[in-house]
């Protein structure tokens, strides 16, 4: 009965903004993209989403993801629970 079923069925996932997805924000921590959201769903979003995962929201991400913090003008600074 699992044969033919996507092997990761049900996965959930969240996905950074650096991903595009239909109808979600995407700015990329950017904050001249403030406001965007995905017109699409980019190659790796695609694949994730064939391999039958369940985007369930989304991360923080430094701008462009060229630092290693997850700091942006666009949401501040994300801090971990721990």
């Known amino acids: ?25 995407y700015t990329n921590g950017l904050l001249s993209l403030q406001g965007r959201l995905g017109q699409r769903n980019g190659p790796v979003v695609k694949r994730i989403l064939e391999g039958g995962f369940v985007v369930v929201g989304g991360g923080n991400i430094s701008e462009a993801c060229m630092w290693m913090e997850s700091y942006n003008l666009v949401y501040g600074r994300s801090n971990s629970p721990f």
């Open 1 to 25: 009965q699992l044969e033919g079923l996507p092997e990761f069925l049900g996965v959930p996932i969240m996905l950074k903004e650096a991903f595009e997805l239909v109808g979600q924000p």
